[in-house]
């Protein structure tokens, strides 16, 4: 069901229909908004800002977290989109929590995110999919045919609780891809992360060599992954010094437009913006694409990077 006042395009829905055109790629743009701060004659096109490339986009890309830690229905989705949708390409369900809404409900959410051309993703509950399974072969095939038929477009495939030999970590891209989805492989420095863990018991259980992630997002892209999102505990959250060190491992070793980083604090999205510029791919919550947002366009910023964020292009 589509939510309501917006048109029912037959091609491209239901949502159990709809298909982005390319992975992480929600379709050509239903139409350009009149953003203000482009609008040279009629609004404040004539002040300084860093242009932003319409969608889609390959790099500045921003996806934002959905329903978690706080509640999100669709006048509130819609409030989001309809007023800063031109800067949102991503909308990801965190975790499972997806499958506690009702099937009308969440078929609201989805359907208005592809009317907005915003690509939508489930969170890494297929860790929870493997280890509660009787038969993780089926179990994975129904979680990706369900997933489907919902009208997701993008598969999160993390390990952070998990022990997984990489090679079945691949295994799992091609079954995504064979369901007709997109894989997004999350890959970190930290096990057990995700779920609020504690930076002690973080702490207790060790950190992986950056190498390890390095490596393994090469053989993700040498498998054909687009994107590749990057766990942020053990590196910015949850950690008594930021390991701004891995960062640089993994963006000297990997394309930069082939990563998001997770920067769901405006202090951390503030650095990887002043470090790295506009271009650098970030998930952060929905609560905050407006400061991220401002801050991508050079319009404001905390006071490291107030004035200084600009582009030559």
Not at 60 to 89: A, F, W
Not at 217 to 233: C, H, P, Q, T, Y
Request: charged share 25%.
């Amino acid at each position: 069901m589509a939510p309501t006042g917006l048109p029912i395009r037959r091609a491209r829905f239901p949502c159990s229909g709809w298909r982005p055109l390319t992975p992480f790629r929600a379709g050509s743009a239903l139409h350009r908004p009149n953003v203000m701060l482009e609008d040279e004659k009629n609004g404040f096109g004539f002040i300084r800002h860093n242009p932003r490339d319409p969608k889609p986009r390959k790099t500045s890309v921003t996806e934002i977290r959905g329903p978690y830690y706080s509640v999100m229905g669709k006048n509130y989705l819609q409030d989001v989109l309809e007023t800063m949708g031109y800067y949102v390409d991503g909308l990801k369900f965190a975790g499972g929590s997806f499958s506690l809404f009702p099937e009308e409900k969440l078929h609201e959410l989805i359907a208005l995110a592809h009317h907005h051309d915003v690509y939508v993703s489930t969170g890494g509950w297929i860790e929870h999919i493997l280890t509660h399974s009787a038969n993780p072969q089926n179990a994975v095939d129904r979680y990706l045919e369900t997933c489907k038929r919902m009208g997701f477009d993008v598969i999160e495939l993390s390990t952070g609780f998990l022990s997984l030999p990489p090679d079945d970590w691949l295994r799992l891209v091609d079954r995504v891809r064979d369901a007709g989805l997109t894989p997004k492989p999350e890959i970190g420095i930290q096990f057990g992360a995700g779920g609020d863990t504690a930076a002690s018991e973080l702490k207790s259980m060790g950190q992986s060599d950056p190498s390890k992630v390095v490596n393994l997002g090469k053989r993700f892209l040498d498998a054909g992954v687009e994107r590749l999102m990057i766990e942020s505990e053990g590196i910015t959250e949850n950690v008594e010094t930021w390991h701004t060190d891995v960062i640089q491992t993994i963006l000297r070793d990997l394309p930069m437009e082939k990563v998001m980083f997770e920067a769901a604090d405006p202090a951390v999205f503030n650095w990887y913006v002043r470090e790295f510029g506009i271009d650098v791919n970030l998930f952060v919550d929905h609560s905050q694409i407006v400061q991220l947002s401002a801050l991508r366009a050079g319009i404001w910023g905390m006071s490291d990077t107030f004035g200084k964020v600009t582009s030559f292009r």
